[in-house]
């Protein structure tokens, strides 16, 4: 289902949703049973798997790859240049992995360059600057390890 406020110029999966006022470039990867919520931009160079949350207010940028089963909250800010400015000639993408089934509070912001490790969990509005491992829990700004997930359990 793709509404029809939509623009998508890349090929979506039938059963993945993409909701009004999204905008998907056209050689983005979007992968099966996804749901894509409303006022978010996917960029060319970006990659999403399967079974893939992204909430309201999300851009994927170049360069950012989901695995299978990530949850991006709403607002969540994802980059891609370290030292942005305009027209700049020495301008280097840095890729950002999002590790699959791991899960973004809303309005984080995620620093480009770095890795989410497999089912980690980033807390509401936290910035992350470094890599986080695999099963681990970070909150604050900069972003610090709280707890291993099993702890949950």
Same mark, same amino acid.
């Given at each position: ?20 006022? &999204?905008? =998907?470039?056209? /050689?983005?990867?979007?992968?099966? $049973? &996804? ?8 960029? $060319? ?5 399967? $079974?893939?949350? =992204?909430? &309201? ?12 089963? +990530? &949850? ?6 994802? /980059? $891609? ?23 973004? *509070?809303?309005?984080? /912001? ?16 936290? +910035? ?8 681990? +829990?970070? +909150? *604050? ?13």
């Amino acid at each position: 289902m793709i509404h029809p406020l939509s623009d998508c110029q890349a090929h979506i999966p039938e059963s993945t949703k993409v909701w009004q006022f &999204c905008v =998907i470039l056209p /050689t983005a990867k979007i992968g099966e $049973n &996804c749901n894509i919520c409303s006022h978010c931009l996917i960029e $060319n160079e970006a990659e999403i798997g399967n $079974n893939c949350t =992204i909430k &309201c207010g999300v851009q994927i940028w170049d360069g950012i790859t989901l695995e299978d089963n +990530v &949850c991006v909250g709403a607002n969540v800010t994802f /980059t $891609n240049d370290r030292h942005p400015h305009a027209k700049n000639a020495a301008w280097k993408l840095e890729k950002t992995l999002i590790k699959e089934g791991a899960s973004i *509070g809303a309005g984080s /912001t995620i620093l480009c360059g770095i890795t989410i490790g497999e089912n980690a969990m980033i807390g509401i509005g936290s +910035v992350v600057t470094k890599d986080v491992p695999a099963g681990e +829990v970070w +909150v *604050g700004n900069p972003a610090k390890f709280l707890k291993r997930i099993e702890e949950y359990k």
